[in-house]
Every structure is written in C-alpha cells, then in structure tokens.
C-alpha cells in the first residue's frame, strides 16, 4: 500500500481506534469519521476484562501496555456465584495474577483517543450512505451533506453497520435476550447491603431463563445486568418512560429471590435500561471486494459472551499489521486479515478459556445447574 494511501475509518469504538492507533504507529494515515458529537456524548458502558490472549494481544500492537496497565483496576477479577437465596455457590479472589485484568471501558476507549495524533477523529459525522464508485473506491455520504472519497475504507461501525451492505446481505437477528442495565453509585456508603453482596469484583447469580451479574466499578459504583430471556413483545410493553413502573416489572421477575440480589434492581440510582440482544449469523463471512473491509462487531456481532471488545481490538490491531506488512498491495493484505479473522470467529467461544482461568480447567460440580442456560457474560 503506497504510503499516500489514505485509511477511512467508519466509527470511533475499541476497533476503530486500535486500528487508527496501529496504522499511525506504521506511518499510515487514517480518518476516522464518528457519527457522536463528542467523546462525552454518551457513556462509554462498564467494566471489560482484557485478555492475554487476544485484547492485551492488540494494546502490546498499539504499543500502549504501560498506559493500559495504570488503568487496570485492582481486586476486580474477583468471582462471586450465589444461589437466588443469596448463598455464595463458588468464590475465587482476585490474586493479581488472572490473566483477564478489569478496566474502565472508556477509560480504554479514551487511551486509544490520546494515542492518536490531533485531527485523526472527526466527530459528529453520522454516514447516510455509502457508495461504489468502482476500482475499489468509495464514496461516503454524512448527513451534514458532505461526502468524502477512499480507496480504502474500514466498517468498524457496530451491529448497524453502513459499511456492512457493500459487502453482506446479513442483518443482525435478536437472540432472545435482553440485558437491563441498573447502578448503584457510592454503593459503600449509600448503599451497603449491596456493595457488601457483590464485594470486590463481580456478582453472578442465574436460574434458567433470568440472571442478575453486577460488577464493582470506579468510585463504588454496581453497574448490573439483568439478563431476561423474553420476547421483544414483552419487553415493549414495559413503560421504560416511568422508571418506577419499568422498575417494578423487571424485579418482578425475581419474585422470591433474596432481597440483597433484587436490591441491585430496586435501589438503582438510575432508571433501567433495555439492551436487547442482537447477532449475526455464526461464521458470517463475505466475499473479498475491493478497497472495502469491516471489523469488530460490524464484521461478526455476536451474543455477550466476553470475548467481543477484546476480539474487535484485535480486529483492529491485525488489519493495520497486515496493511504495514503489505504496502502497495492493499488487497493482499485484505485477504490475508480477513482469512485470520474468519477462522479466529468460525466458531462461538464455549467458555473454555472462561473455565481454565477461573475455575482451574474443570467447572466444580456445585455450579452446574446454577450455570446452566446462562452461558453470555457482558462484552
């Protein structure tokens, strides 16, 4: 790829901005064009746990480890199951050596910002479409109503991808799923029972079709998912305008279970917030077209299960490694990314790197049917 080849990247997430941060590492240029306003438009979500197989694998490409390291929040490795009762099933502390170290998702996202050089991202560009113009370029279309031309454009916009169609006819099917998102905030002070229940790191309790999984985050605060296996139907039947009515209906389906779990529902400092779950097909995957590409969840949207942000990062981190080891033939570097990461997504994870970590290779025997049909943890 000539050195003048110009990068556009299509949103402003983990994927995005790895792949920005590795490209200018390369002496590659970048754009990259985000449809928020700023990057305090909105919250940035929780809690991730970066691997050592694949997200710490794209920080040491970003060549940021030492910077990533003075974000990991001590202690939150820590694993709490408890029955609906509230009696802890299975605990194991956070000793400072898992290889799954807890951190702020935009504190990351906000690294990866100042790793670039000013300019680099371009905000309040929202894509209205996105056109072919032949020869492996492409026009793009923003509704402020400027375009901007590449001969090289990168998709690394999400489940509702604008770049998406140029390659693949797939649209994101909803799992069945929904999380309810809920805080707590100066939970040791304000609220004790609560923080004491979830204690350093993260809380899983789960019965079949529901679950409750909280984690502690900066500052005291529990950020919980509600995990409810129900129609979208249901769910747009709840009045989520009326926090208290939308409170109430949600908790109702923990009836019977410990005060302490549905305390993390009840005594939200926050109104809930429905996240339903969406996914591309398994092994979703495209022909190679010209000068066009996709990566994290704009390429292989999956249902939570842990692995998502740290393989998007990792998208992000191979692309601009392939695009540097292959300057002046972007295509061959195209084929080659997209092969490593088609097979890498082939097949959903089964949890296996989850159990070899936490549990030690072997899931104890007392957690079986408390796991069971509870497979997803927040990505």
Do not use: C
Not at 8 to 34: F, K, S
């Amino acid at each position: 790829m000539p050195q003048s080849t110009h990068v556009t990247i299509i949103g402003a997430g983990l994927a995005g901005l790895t792949l920005a941060r590795v490209l200018h590492l390369h002496g590659i240029r970048a754009t990259v064009h985000e449809a928020e306003p700023s990057p305090a438009a909105r919250a940035q979500g929780g809690m991730l746990d970066i691997h050592d197989y694949n997200g710490q694998r794209a920080v040491e490409a970003a060549d940021l480890m030492d910077e990533f390291r003075e974000l990991v929040l001590e202690g939150r490795q820590a694993m709490r199951f408890v029955g609906k009762d509230g009696t802890v099933v299975f605990e194991k502390a956070d000793d400072g050596t898992g290889g799954r170290p807890e951190v702020q998702r935009g504190e990351l996202r906000q690294l990866l910002l100042d790793s670039l050089p000013p300019g680099t991202v371009e905000w309040g560009r929202k894509v209205d479409g996105v056109r072919d113009l032949g020869d492996g370029r492409h026009e793009v279309g923003f509704t402020d109503g400027t375009t901007t031309e590449t001969s090289l454009l990168v998709g690394a916009d999400g489940a509702w991808s604008r770049v998406r169609p140029l390659l693949s006819g797939a649209v994101p099917a909803y799992t069945g799923d929904t999380f309810v998102e809920t805080w707590l905030h100066d939970a040791d002070e304000r609220h004790p029972v609560a923080a004491k229940t979830v204690g350093g790191g993260t809380l899983i309790a789960a019965e079949q079709d529901r679950a409750i999984n909280a984690h502690r985050e900066r500052g005291g605060t529990l950020h919980t998912y509600v995990i409810l296996t129900r129609s979208q139907e249901w769910f747009a039947a709840i009045d989520f305008t009326d926090p208290v009515v939308a409170t109430a209906r949600i908790a109702g389906e923990f009836d019977g279970w410990a005060p302490e779990l549905t305390a993390l529902i009840t005594d939200a400092d926050t109104a809930p917030v429905p996240r339903p779950i969406f996914a591309l097909p398994t092994g979703h995957r495209w022909d190679r077209r010209p000068g066009v590409t996709l990566i994290g969840d704009a390429a292989h949207l999956a249902a939570p299960d842990g692995e998502g942000a740290n393989n998007a990062m990792l998208d992000g981190a191979e692309l601009g490694a392939a695009l540097a080891a292959h300057l002046g033939d972007v295509e061959a570097a195209l084929t080659e990314f997209e092969d490593a990461m088609s097979t890498r997504n082939a097949t959903p994870t089964d949890g296996a790197e989850f159990v070899e970590e936490v549990f030690g290779g072997t899931l104890p025997q007392e957690l079986s049917d408390l796991i069971t049909g509870f497979q997803q943890q927040p990505s």
